[in-house]
């Protein structure tokens, strides 16, 4: 492909699709002891996390639902970058990773996998796909009833 | 394969694409082939000048000024409603009522027109495939006055079920809403049997014709509706401009729904009195540049004609229809018998939302969601479809460069060109 496709091939990498076609943590969470759901009403997305937290650390997190490639593929690399870290740590991570979308990246942080949803910089009516799922992971985490709304 | 060739555009239709600046602008290093219609329609040159020659020359503040230029500016704004009245054939221009846009029109009427008359036990009737403006209008006021709104079922190709309809109009019904044309599946509703139908059980008829005014000719008093909502802006007009029509002995026994300057005759603390229709539902200065700028957009669509750009536009969606079908893993969602030039369609393995953005990488603008329709996107179990929607500038090459791109799509998400 030419140049021109640079922006589509960085928005969609092998990752995405990979995540995409075969999310992880794909399932409703049994022992689940937060949950949240996330909506995205601009597209129709939507989603719902299952968090198990043990002695403040995300034992085990999974999410069920249905949205775009970029929020599928979100949302399963997300439940592979935050299980088993402590709590604290994902919502720093979730500040950090908003921040590196919307190009305001903080410190020098290594997102690993994350890396490649950097792609909807370019486009930016896509970054809510691609934080759809971290918004309902918060909510979950802080017990919020009302359901996650990238709007 | 190759889809066959459409024949010869019109020639004033193939000039059109000129009259449109915008349409000369690249995006994204492409060639833009706009084919978001039914969102919004790109505006002609003609349009924008009449908007910028009015407040380079006639601005100023309607039916209070004595100055020359008040005097002025109330003249084209009265003009450009007596413009609205031709082009609706109403047959008067007290009928026509200025609003933001369709959305602004159904909220008068649920608010003047149904609120202080329908009580517990009267129904208000809509259609499962209507737009969130002519549905949650509807859902507002049978909360404030006790009404039941009811739903006219949509088949598999995305037609009204008729037979349906005699069952749920009954001596209850107060008002039947119904789109002139579905945003969301192109479906070309039959407005005077549905009115018909209406009127025989003393219902009211309001058509949601936002879909509708750009791509055929409309009469209202053919139609026989009693109300008919529009929005400039799909009608190669100005954003924030609209219309209302409504029967005068409606419009005349309606009360206000918005308090401000021009709808009254007189203010006293004791008590106001209202202005004559239409002023009395144009509380507020109005949108005077957007209505000068609506009648241009009338005078252009005119010039063109009417009856060509119709033909045009169905001239392409016969085209896209075989084009896009012969592409293998497309769905095409609705399929009614009578349709305007929108197209909806899924992709099989592509969420909408990422075609969309693929096909904005090669310069094709669509929509991609569930297009304000949300209960019809439920009732054919999607969360939404990708829409490509016509305009008389549209041609064969649009309809080329959206065919390309959606296999452009396939052939990334099949991992293939990386």
């Given at each position: 492909?030419?140049?021109?496709?640079?922006?589509?091939?960085?928005?969609?990498?092998?990752?995405?699709?990979?995540?995409?076609?075969?999310?992880?943590?794909?399932?409703?969470?049994?022992?689940?002891?937060?949950?949240?759901?996330?909506?995205?009403?601009?597209?129709?997305?939507?989603?719902?996390?299952?968090?198990?937290?043990?002695?403040?650390?995300?034992?085990?997190?999974?999410?069920?639902?249905?949205?775009?490639?970029?929020?599928?593929?979100?949302?399963?690399?997300?439940?592979?970058?935050?299980?088993?870290?402590?709590?604290?740590?994902?919502?720093?991570?979730?500040?950090?990773?908003?921040?590196?979308?919307?190009?305001?990246?903080?410190?020098?942080?290594?997102?690993?996998?994350?890396?490649?949803?950097?792609?909807?910089?370019?486009?930016?009516?896509?970054?809510?796909?691609?934080?759809?799922?971290?918004?309902?992971?918060?909510?979950?985490?802080?017990?919020?009833?009302?359901?996650?709304?990238?709007? | 394969?190759?889809?066959?060739?459409?024949?010869?555009?019109?020639?004033?239709?193939?000039?059109?694409?000129?009259?449109?600046?915008?349409?000369?602008?690249?995006?994204?290093?492409?060639?833009?082939?706009?084919?978001?219609?039914?969102?919004?329609?790109?505006?002609?040159?003609?349009?924008?000048?009449?908007?910028?020659?009015?407040?380079?020359?006639?601005?100023?503040?309607?039916?209070?000024?004595?100055?020359?230029?008040?005097?002025?500016?109330?003249?084209?704004?009265?003009?450009?409603?007596?413009?609205?009245?031709?082009?609706?054939?109403?047959?008067?221009?007290?009928?026509?009522?200025?609003?933001?846009?369709?959305?602004?029109?159904?909220?008068?009427?649920?608010?003047?027109?149904?609120?202080?008359?329908?009580?517990?036990?009267?129904?208000?009737?809509?259609?499962c495939m209507?737009?969130?403006?002519?549905?949650?209008?509807?859902?507002?006021?049978?909360?404030?006055?006790?009404?039941?709104?009811?739903?006219?079922p949509v088949d598999e190709r995305g037609q009204l079920e008729l037979e349906a309809?005699?069952?749920?109009?009954?001596?209850?019904?107060?008002?039947?809403?119904?789109?002139?044309?579905s945003?969301a599946l192109?479906t070309?509703?039959?407005?005077?049997?549905?009115?018909?139908?209406?009127?025989?059980?003393?219902?009211?008829?309001?058509?949601?014709?936002?879909?509708?005014?750009?791509?055929?000719?409309?009469?209202?008093?053919?139609?026989?509706?009693?109300?008919?909502?529009?929005?400039?802006?799909?009608?190669?007009?100005?954003?924030?401009?609209?219309?209302?029509?409504?029967?005068?002995?409606?419009?005349?026994?309606?009360?206000?729904?918005?308090?401000?300057?021009?709808?009254?005759?007189?203010?006293?603390?004791?008590?106001?009195?209202?202005?004559?229709?239409?002023?009395?539902?144009?509380?507020?200065?109005?949108?005077?540049?957007?209505?000068?700028?609506?009648?241009?957009?009338?005078?252009?669509?005119?010039?063109?004609?009417?009856?060509?750009?119709?033909?045009?536009?169905?001239?392409?969606?016969?085209?896209?229809?075989?084009?896009?079908?012969?592409?293998?893993?497309?769905r095409l969602i609705g399929t009614a018998a009578?349709k305007?030039?929108?197209?909806s369609?899924l992709?099989?393995?592509?969420?909408?939302?990422?075609?969309?953005?693929?096909?904005?990488?090669?310069?094709?603008?669509?929509?991609?969601?569930?297009?304000?329709?949300?209960?019809l996107m439920n009732r054919f179990g999607i969360?939404?479809t990708?829409?490509?929607?016509?305009?008389?500038?549209?041609?064969?090459?649009?309809?080329?460069?959206?065919?390309?791109?959606?296999?452009?799509?396939?052939?990334?998400?099949?991992?293939?060109?990386?």
């Open positions: 492909m030419s140049t021109h496709d640079d922006g589509l091939r960085e928005l969609y990498q092998e990752v995405i699709f990979d995540h995409n076609r075969s999310p992880r943590n794909f399932h409703k969470l049994d022992g689940a002891n937060h949950v949240a759901e996330g909506h995205n009403p601009l597209c129709g997305d939507q989603l719902t996390v299952y968090v198990r937290t043990e002695d403040g650390k995300v034992a085990d997190v999974s999410f069920v639902g249905h949205g775009c490639a970029i929020s599928t593929a979100s949302a399963s690399l997300m439940t592979e970058a935050v299980k088993g870290r402590p709590v604290e740590e994902v919502e720093a991570l979730f500040r950090d990773f908003h921040a590196l979308l919307t190009g305001k990246p903080a410190d020098e942080r290594d997102f690993g996998k994350l890396e490649v949803l950097t792609g909807v910089r370019e486009f930016p009516s896509r970054v809510k796909c691609a934080t759809l799922a971290w918004h309902t992971l918060h909510n979950a985490l802080s017990d919020e009833s009302r359901p996650a709304s990238t709007e | 394969m190759n889809a066959p060739a459409i024949a010869p555009l019109d020639p004033a239709l193939a000039r059109a694409a000129a009259d449109f600046p915008i349409l000369a602008r690249p995006v994204r290093k492409r060639r833009l082939v706009y084919l978001d219609n039914a969102a919004t329609t790109q505006k002609p040159a003609a349009v924008i000048e009449a908007e910028a020659t009015f407040y380079r020359e006639s601005n100023a503040n309607i039916h209070r000024g004595v100055h020359w230029l008040s005097q002025r500016a109330t003249e084209l704004y009265d003009a450009a409603r007596e413009r609205v009245q031709h082009f609706m054939h109403a047959a008067r221009p007290e009928e026509i009522v200025f609003t933001r846009g369709t959305t602004e029109a159904i909220n008068l009427v649920a608010q003047a027109w149904v609120r202080p008359r329908l009580g517990p036990g009267d129904e208000i009737l809509v259609t209507e737009h969130h403006s002519n549905i949650v209008p509807w859902q507002l006021v049978c909360e404030q006055t006790g009404a039941t709104l009811k739903v006219v309809l005699d069952a749920l109009l009954g001596p209850r019904t107060r008002l039947f809403a119904f789109t002139h044309v945003n192109g070309v509703n039959p407005v005077a049997e549905l009115v018909r139908r209406a009127h025989a059980v003393g219902a009211l008829a309001l058509v949601d014709g936002a879909q509708a005014v750009a791509h055929q000719a409309v009469d209202v008093q053919a139609l026989g509706c009693d109300f008919y909502a529009f929005s400039g802006h799909k009608l190669y007009g100005p954003t924030g401009i609209g219309a209302l029509y409504g029967r005068f002995e409606l419009l005349d026994a309606m009360g206000p729904w918005q308090g401000g300057g021009d709808m009254i005759r007189t203010v006293r603390f004791e008590g106001s009195t209202w202005a004559d229709v239409p002023q009395r539902f144009e509380a507020g200065t109005p949108n005077i540049a957007g209505a000068v700028g609506l009648a241009a957009a009338i005078d252009y669509i005119e010039s063109v004609g009417l009856e060509a750009i119709a033909v045009h536009e169905h001239a392409l969606l016969a085209h896209a229809t075989e084009a896009l079908g012969a592409v293998s893993g497309v009578h305007a030039g929108i197209l369609f992709v099989e393995g592509i969420h909408p939302h990422d075609l969309g953005t693929i096909l904005d990488v090669e310069g094709v603008a669509i929509r991609a969601g569930h297009h304000c329709a949300m209960p969360p939404g990708a829409r490509a929607s016509f305009a008389l500038y549209n041609d064969e090459a649009d309809i080329a460069a959206l065919v390309a791109a959606v296999r452009k799509a396939q052939q990334l998400f099949r991992g293939e060109g990386r």
